[in-house]
C-alpha cells in the first residue's frame, strides 16, 4: 500500500472538530448538545449582506482577479480608515478566509525550518497552516493565573534564536479572549523592530471589545510599515463563516508581491463571498451595537456560571466570544468525548472544545477546554447547569 506523507500524518487534528462524531452519535441518541466547542455564531448576518446574493443580477458567477474585486479592495480600503488604520486598495489582498491569508503569510516570508513566536494558548488551526508551511511554532505560556497576559519580554525575547523569523499574535485572543494593553502592543514592536521580525497580526475579532476603548490596531504602531502583516476575515465580524472571505493587509510591498504569485496560483477568492462583504460594509453601526451587548449579557451568564462550580478557574473575557476554563480533570480530550457518549441532564449535554489542542507545548492545557459563548443568554445558563452536574457526575465515576 502507498505510504501517507509525512506531513499529512503531522498534521493535526482539530480539536475544535474532532469530537464531531461522538456530538452526532449524541443527537441521535436523542439527546440535545449544547455547542460551546465551535466559533460559529448564532448571531443573524446582516440583512444588506443577504440581499446582495439574493438579489445580483449576474448571469455568470465568474472568476475574480486573484487579488480581489477593485470595488471591495477599495470599500475595505474606506472601512480601515474608519478604524484608524490608512492603507491603500493596492496594500489589500482579498483572500479565502483569514486563515489562507495566514498560510500566504508564511509562505511569503518563511523558509522552511523557521521560526514563529506565539503566545499560547492560541487558535488550533495555528499548528495545522504553520505544518502546511513546514515552519515551527515556538509557543511562550500565557496564563490563566495572569488573565492570559501578554508574558514578559523577558520570556518572549528568550526563545528567539538565529532562525525565529516572525511573531504572530491575536488581539482579541482566541482561544482567550484576551486583548492586549498599550503596553503590551509597544513592547511587541520594540521586539520586532529589536530582532528585525515579521509581525503577523489577527485581528478578526475586532469589533467584539467590552472596555472602553477598541483593541488598537498593530498597523497603527509606528515603524512597522516593513514587519506588519495583518490577517483579517467576514467570518465573526458579520457571522458569515460560510462565506469563507478573509484579506491579508500588508503595506511591505515585496511581501504582497510574494503573496500575489501564491493568489495568482490558487486563481481567485470566492466571487459570492465577495458580493456578501462588499455589502456587509454597508452594515449599519446598530448591528454591532447590539451584537456587543448580546455577547457581554452571554459572557456574563457564562462567567457567573462556571465561578459557582468548585474546583473551576476562569477569568472574564475581554474580547472576542471565547474563554478558556481550568477544570478539575485530567484529561479534556476524556472529559469532553465523555460527556456526549455518557452525561445527559434532563436530555441536554455540552459539547466543548478540549484546549490540549490550542498549545504547541506537549502535554499542555490537559486540565482546560476553551468554551464558544456563540448561544443564547438562557441556553448559555442552561450549559453552566448541565456542565456543573456532568462534572460532578466525572469526578464520582473516576473516584
Given amino acids: 500500500m502507498p505510504k501517507i506523507s509525512t506531513k499529512g500524518l503531522q498534521m493535526p487534528d482539530s480539536p475544535i472538530r474532532k469530537l464531531a462524531p461522538f456530538a452526532t452519535a449524541a443527537k441521535k441518541a436523542g439527546k440535545r448538545v449544547l455547542h460551546l466547542n465551535i466559533g ?12 446582495a446574493v439574493r438579489g445580483m443580477d449576474r448571469t455568470v458567477i465568474e472568476y475574480s482577479p486573484s487579488e480581489g474585486f477593485a470595488s471591495y479592495r477599495q470599500g475595505l480600503a474606506a472601512y480601515y480608515a474608519g478604524v484608524g488604520v490608512d492603507v491603500s486598495p493596492e496594500q489589500i489582498m482579498v483572500t479565502t478566509g483569514g486563515s489562507e491569508a495566514l498560510i500566504f503569510a508564511f509562505q511569503a516570508c518563511l523558509e522552511p525550518g523557521d521560526e514563529v513566536i506565539i503566545p499560547e494558548p492560541f487558535y488550533a ?18 496564563r490563566i493565573e495572569d488573565g492570559f497576559a501578554l508574558p514578559s ?30 503596553e503590551e502592543l509597544q513592547s511587541i514592536r520594540s521586539l520586532a523592530l529589536k530582532h528585525d521580525l515579521y509581525l503577523f497580526a489577527d485581528e478578526v475579532y475586532r469589533e467584539f471589545c467590552y472596555g472602553e476603548e477598541p483593541p488598537r490596531s498593530v498597523m497603527t504602531l509606528e515603524g512597522l510599515d516593513e514587519h506588519v502583516v495583518l490577517i483579517d476575515s467576514v467570518s465573526k465580524r458579520y457571522s458569515m463563516c460560510g462565506a469563507r472571505v478573509g484579506a491579508l493587509v500588508t503595506r511591505n510591498a515585496a511581501v504582497r508581491g510574494a503573496c500575489m504569485k501564491f ?46 462550580i468548585d474546583g473551576v478557574v476562569c477569568t472574564s473575557p ?29 436530555g441536554d449535554t455540552v459539547m466543548m472544545a478540549p484546549a490540549s489542542g490550542f498549545y504547541a507545548t506537549q502535554g499542555a492545557g490537559q486540565d482546560e477546554v476553551r468554551i464558544a459563548y456563540v448561544l443564547e443568554e438562557p441556553l448559555i445558563r442552561r450549559a453552566t447547569q448541565v456542565l456543573a452536574k456532568g462534572l460532578a457526575a466525572y469526578l464520582v465515576r473516576n473516584d
Avoid at 488551526?125 to 500565557?142: E, H, L, S
Wanted: glycine share 6%; hydrophobic share 40%.
Fill in 40 to 51: 460559529q455564531p448564532d448571531i443573524e448576518t446582516p440583512q444588506v449582506a443577504l440581499d
Fill in 125 to 142: 488551526n495555528y499548528n495545522g497552516f504553520a505544518q502546511t508551511a513546514g515552519v515551527k511554532v515556538v509557543p511562550v505560556r500565557a
Fill in 153 to 182: 519580554v523577558e520570556k518572549i525575547a528568550a526563545v528567539i534564536t538565529p532562525r525565529t523569523r516572525a511573531m504572530l499574535i491575536c488581539n482579541p485572543g482566541n482561544p482567550t479572549g484576551y486583548v492586549y494593553s498599550e
Fill in 318 to 346: 475581554g474580547g472576542a466570544f471565547y474563554c478558556v476554563v481550568r477544570l478539575p480533570i485530567d484529561s479534556s480530550d476524556v472529559f469532553c468525548q465523555w460527556m456526549l457518549e455518557h452525561f445527559d441532564l434532563d
Fill in 263 to 308: 493568489a495568482m496560483a490558487r486563481l481567485s477568492p470566492p466571487t459570492l463571498g465577495q458580493i456578501a462583504g462588499e455589502a456587509a460594509l454597508a452594515t449599519p453601526s446598530s448591528y454591532f451595537t447590539d451584537v456587543v451587548s448580546r455577547y457581554v449579557a452571554r459572557r456574563d451568564a457564562l462567567v457567573e456560571g462556571l465561578q459557582a
